[in-house]
Nanobody, 123 residues
């Protein structure tokens, strides 16, 4: 699976962005998908995950609950991260990833990674 993330940019605090992650291949629905982020000088951290096939289960890190929404469109081989009410502390390089496991928060469980897309939130 090859992943291509896009949609990052510069936004003011309180604004919104939608990240997209397009996947290659015909088996996209078989993969659980996740979003992670890495700020300068910090370790990569889990942000959100969605279960394989129908996306009926989702996980979020506490700091984004109620503000971010992960979703998937299997017909388009794409997973999205809608980010609302953005804060300066959301500034990071955001990565999408795929796992053969159903759904997981654990970074080591993800086998495939896209390149990052930069999100910068100004105060």
């Amino acid at each position: 699976v090859q992943l291509q993330a896009s949609g990052g940019g510069l936004v003011q605090a309180g604004g919104s962005l939608r990240l997209s992650c397009a996947a290659s291949g015909r088996t996209f629905s078989r993969y659980g998908m996740g979003w992670f982020r890495q700020a300068p000088g910090k370790e990569r951290e889990f942000v959100a995950a969605i279960s394989w096939y129908d996306g009926s289960s989702t996980y979020y890190v506490d700091s984004v609950k109620g503000r971010f929404t992960i979703s998937r469109d299997n017909a388009k081989n794409t997973v999205y991260l809608q980010m609302n009410s953005l804060k300066p502390e959301d500034t990071a390089l955001y990565y999408c990833a795929a796992t053969i496991l159903g759904i997981t928060r654990i970074i080591k469980d993800y086998e495939y990674w896209g390149q990052g897309t930069q999100v910068t939130v100004s105060s």
